[in-house]
């Protein structure tokens, strides 16, 4: 009787077992599914910076030849670029992955305009090369020696006061970063648009020699100008191109923006100027320090 009731008492032990379980299953306790990593690439500002890709390069397309189509898509993919920031706070969905794509799109998407304006400008082409590689280094720079020199899990946002004063205002107060981002874009925006309608800056390649019989003229403008496609041999040369954008708009509106864009634009380039300084000495400091740890320069026996 007591084996049989043993053997009872471990059938029902297991059963209570099973039901404890919540499982109909005796094999044992069920075993929680590991949740699936989240997919970073498809976070709502990750998805955001994607399409100011798409917009810039739509903005690309046409910027040769369609200035304000150009320009409204070229602005709605700067504006967006302060959206991404709100949506990763709101949705808690802040990553490194967001912040570099971030800054590679702002990079790319002025360098692009800046080489746009070189090849309209020729003459101003050094300057803009030079605007350019400011740009690319110092963000590069500043970039790199917050990861190496912070830590991994720091921001190149966050740059403490005791560092720069200034680098510390500009990005710690979001509408001091917005304000000088928004302004220096804005200042090439107009730039671009002067390249269409101001022959002061952009004058044209064609000018007729003085003992022209026919005293027509070619300069932009004067409808008595031949048809393009009879003076180049491409449409897409650089005399065809700069004969199709001269006067196509009018000039005074973006002589108004560009003035009143060009001091926060200037400021904009000594900040770029200040963070390729102090990230060049943060790099410096901890080379120093790694030779010091190893014990360099070591002394010749």
Not at 86 to 94: G, K, L, T, V
Not at 122 to 137: K, V, Y
Not at 236 to 247: D, F, I, P, V
Request: aromatic share 10%; charged share 15%; glycine share 6%.
């Amino acid at each position: 009787m007591n084996g049989v009731r043993t053997r009872k008492q471990a059938k029902g032990a297991g059963a209570q077992q099973v039901i404890a379980n919540g499982s109909g299953d005796p094999r044992g306790p069920l075993r929680e599914r590991p949740e699936s990593p989240e997919n970073i690439f498809l976070f709502y500002p990750n998805i955001i910076g994607y399409s100011r890709i798409v917009l810039a390069i739509a903005s690309l397309y046409y910027m040769p030849l369609h200035p304000r189509t150009c320009s409204l898509l070229y602005s709605v993919s700067c504006l967006l670029d302060a959206m991404d920031g709100i949506a990763a706070r709101h949705f808690q969905q802040s990553t490194r992955f967001g912040a570099v794509l971030d800054m590679v799109t702002d990079r790319c998407t002025t360098a692009c305009l800046l080489v746009f304006l070189s090849s309209a400008w020729p003459r101003w082409a050094l300057l803009f090369q030079g605007l350019i590689s400011l740009d690319m280094a110092s963000h590069y720079m500043h970039m790199y020696a917050t990861l190496t020199m912070a830590g991994k899990g720091k921001s190149h946002k966050n740059v403490d006061s005791g560092r720069s004063r200034i680098l510390h205002l500009y990005y710690t107060r979001k509408s001091v970063l917005f304000a000088f981002c928004a302004f220096n874009e804005v200042f090439f925006i107009a730039l671009y648009l002067l390249s269409f309608s101001s022959p002061t800056l952009s004058p044209s390649l064609l000018q007729l020699n003085s003992d022209n019989a026919s005293g027509s003229s070619v300069q932009p403008g004067n409808p008595a100008h031949p048809i393009a496609s009879t003076l180049f041999a491409s449409p897409y040369s650089a005399g065809a191109l700069e004969l199709a954008r001269a006067n196509k708009m009018d000039s005074f509106w973006p002589w108004v923006i560009a003035g009143v864009s060009f001091p926060i634009m200037a400021a904009k380039q000594f900040i770029n100027v200040v963070q390729l300084v102090k990230a060049s000495k943060w790099l410096a400091e901890g080379d120093i320090d790694d030779r010091r740890a190893q014990g360099l320069p070591r002394k010749k026996s």
